[in-house]
């Protein structure tokens, strides 16, 4: 059991696991292949840090990226990058490809493409390679109560 699993079990938290076949830097889109669904439905957890150092999480469609210097903008900080794995990995509890929202080594502020909230099933990251969890976008929001971004930008 996951810590994000024990994380929402102690909420009384609904969602339906599955698992699927890893692949090293697959990323969402064979998660997407595996569980025959649309890769925009499948939710990736990225950890990120500001100028100041200060580590956040930001949940996007798999089938896009993010654009740090639009979410820089939008949340008031000068920059935005992604953390180093191990940087990551501290923060949150989880290897990366397998980081999950749910359940963090320490409370980290979320902020969410607000696009996710209107997904009537999604599938995000349970708190292991190879692990995805499904529910609904509002019941995501009911949990996380993330901050609502728009910074999304296509996959090059």
């Given at each position: 059991?996951?810590?994000?699993?024990?994380?929402?079990r102690?909420?009384?938290a609904?969602?339906?696991?599955?698992?699927?076949?890893?692949?090293?830097?697959?990323?969402?889109?064979?998660?997407?292949?595996e569980?025959?669904?649309d890769?925009?439905?499948?939710i990736?957890?990225l950890?990120?840090?500001?100028?100041q150092k200060?580590?956040?999480?930001?949940?996007?469609?798999?089938?896009?990226?993010v654009s740090?210097?639009?979410?820089?903008?939008?949340?008031?900080?000068?920059?935005?990058?992604?953390?180093?794995?191990e940087?990551?990995?501290?923060?949150?509890g989880?290897?990366?490809?397998?980081?999950?929202?749910?359940?963090?080594?320490?409370?980290?502020?979320?902020?969410a493409?607000?696009?996710?909230?209107?997904?009537?099933r999604?599938?995000?990251?349970?708190?292991k390679r190879?692990?995805?969890?499904?529910?609904a976008?509002?019941?995501?929001?009911?949990?996380l109560?993330?901050?609502?971004?728009a910074?999304?930008?296509?996959?090059?």
């Amino acid at each position: 059991m996951t810590p994000a699993v024990r994380w929402l079990r102690q909420r009384g938290a609904g969602f339906e696991p599955f698992l699927y076949p890893y692949e090293e830097h697959g990323g969402t889109a064979v998660s997407a292949r595996e569980l025959g669904v649309d890769e925009h439905s499948v939710i990736k957890t990225l950890v990120l840090e500001d100028d100041q150092k200060r580590p956040l999480l930001v949940l996007m469609h798999g089938d896009r990226e993010v654009s740090t210097q639009a979410l820089a903008r939008q949340i008031g900080r000068r920059w935005i990058a992604p953390c180093e794995p191990e940087t990551a990995q501290n923060h949150t509890g989880y290897r990366v490809g397998g980081t999950s929202p749910f359940g963090t080594r320490k409370p980290l502020p979320v902020f969410a493409e607000a696009t996710i909230r209107a997904l009537p099933r999604l599938y995000i990251n349970g708190g292991k390679r190879g692990f995805l969890m499904a529910m609904a976008g509002e019941a995501l929001w009911a949990l996380l109560a993330p901050t609502a971004v728009a910074a999304a930008a296509p996959k090059p």
